[in-house]
């Protein structure tokens, strides 16, 4: 089998950028794990999570947290990052990394809080919609409305009997419909005793 240029070139290009060849993490030695692939180093919960606070702590750690979130960064986004780094060096493994993830959240949380500086959870969570005086929502709905019903005539218009097949028009106009359950029924004067008197 030939391997164009082209391959050739994708696979030169991505040897020197560094990046792996592809199918080579399966030829790695058997002894020579990754670190997630080895025993985790916390198993404890509790453990972990003082582990996790000491590391946010860190002055410098703590320091650029605090810009990454006064830059926009949500909250969520540095838990993950933070615990999902964790995993690959072999910290934790990934059942305890989503037990993690809402305490790191709030350790994250008190930190912006303790600094002064305005957090989002998620990204996004600044973007909500414009809120509308009373008058400019009643001219919003009533101009879908309006939409609405352009959208029923133009269907009304369109409807052609020519589209019903002609047997199904056949059958629809041979059925006949018995009075409906809803019609108005005399009601019968009642014989009983508990029956209501005149």
Request: proline letters at 7%; a negative charge; zero cysteines.
């Amino acid at each position: 089998m030939a391997i164009s240029e082209q391959a050739l070139k994708f696979k030169q290009e991505s040897m020197q950028r560094g990046q792996p060849i592809p199918g080579q993490s399966l030829t790695n030695s058997p002894d020579e794990k990754y670190q997630w692939e080895k025993s985790p180093e916390f198993t404890n919960p509790r453990e972990t999570m003082l582990y996790v606070f000491e590391t946010l702590t860190v002055p410098e750690t703590t320091a650029n947290i605090l810009l990454s979130i006064s830059n926009g960064v949500s909250v969520i986004d540095i838990a993950s990052i933070t615990l999902y780094s964790g995993f690959l060096e072999g910290k934790w493994n990934p059942d305890l990394m989503t037990m993690l993830m809402e305490p790191t959240m709030y350790m994250i949380m008190a930190l912006a809080e303790k600094a002064g500086i305005d957090y989002q959870l998620e990204a996004g969570d600044n973007d909500r919609p414009e809120e509308m005086s009373g008058e400019k929502s009643i001219k919003v709905l009533q101009e879908g409305v309006n939409e609405l019903d352009k959208i029923r005539k133009q269907a009304v218009e369109r409807v052609n009997p020519q589209s019903v097949p002609s047997d199904v028009r056949e059958i629809i106009e041979e059925k006949t419909i018995e009075p409906s359950i809803l019609e108005r029924i005399e009601k019968e004067k009642p014989t009983s005793l508990l029956g209501k008197g005149e």
